[in-house]
């Protein structure tokens, strides 16, 4: 069965309601059940990604709730939880975040990624347009495309990420571990409160020395868990 074939049957019991995203061959779509009116997203990959099968097993306020992850003839189908919400990056498209709203979006990201790294997911994107926020304030982080398993090879074979939330070690330098996801919630902080990068100003104060810290090159310089930058936020 190819992702067409599959899609084309659960469009007996769904009906599309949006194209969320189309690129590089990876569709994104929101889909609602005839019956029920519940909706779902319906993730259409090339190719098979470890996380989504790994994130059927978790439940985690702070990750959407995987409910199927299925290996097709050319790629991967996941369903998955229909966040009711918008992105950190709508949101900071009319407003920048006070420093009581970082502390609440931020510990909630570093809840997700602590769970993902407990299992030895590697997030690889966290960024603004990977962050869900509900309309009671929950925060999600989403998008697993861009996840690996951490790996003892001595650098990843793959480049991936997005420009500017990148740590180095993801421009193919060395291996990709916890503390890339945290090299991007260090800018994700920085951009929330400044609306700017790290290499353009860092935020005043205690949250600058945090951004420092999260973003230092060497990884051994940052901070060493998601549980640790949680509790200095």
């Known amino acids: ?3 067409e074939d599959y899609i084309k049957n659960l469009l007996l019991h769904y009906s599309l309601v949006t194209v969320l995203s189309e690129k590089n061959d990876c569709k994104v779509f929101r889909l609602r059940n005839k019956a029920s009116g519940r909706d779902l997203v319906l993730r259409s990959l090339p190719k098979a990604m470890e996380a989504y099968e790994l994130l059927c097993a978790i439940r985690c306020d702070n990750l959407p709730e995987i409910y199927d992850a299925v290996a097709v003839d050319d790629g ?3 369903l998955e939880e229909f966040i009711d919400g918008i992105t950190l990056a709508e949101v900071m498209q009319t407003e920048k975040y006070r ?3 970082v502390r609440n979006v931020l510990r909630q990201v570093c809840n997700a990624l602590s769970v993902l790294h407990s299992r030895g997911i590697v997030h690889r994107d966290v960024k603004p347009e990977n962050v869900m926020v509900d309309k009671t304030g929950r925060v999600v982080l ?3 495309n861009a996840s690996r ?3 003892q090879a001595a650098k990843d074979t793959v480049i991936m ?3 500017g939330y990148a740590a180095p070690e993801q421009l193919g330098l060395s291996q990709t571990d916890a503390r890339t996801d945290i090299y991007a919630a260090g800018v994700l902080l920085n951009v929330m409160l400044t609306g700017r990068h790290p290499t353009e100003a860092f935020a005043p104060g205690h949250f600058g020395r ?3 810290k999260c973003t230092a090159l060497n990884p051994d310089d940052r901070y060493q868990s998601a549980k640790e930058l949680a509790a200095r936020l």
């Open 99 to 101: 420093n009581r709203g």
């Open 161 to 163: 990420g997005t420009v």
């Open 210 to 212: 945090i951004v420092r």
């Open 149 to 151: 398993q951490e790996s």
């Open 1 to 3: 069965m190819t992702r």
């Open 142 to 144: 989403i998008d697993f």
């Open 76 to 78: 991967q189908i996941v």
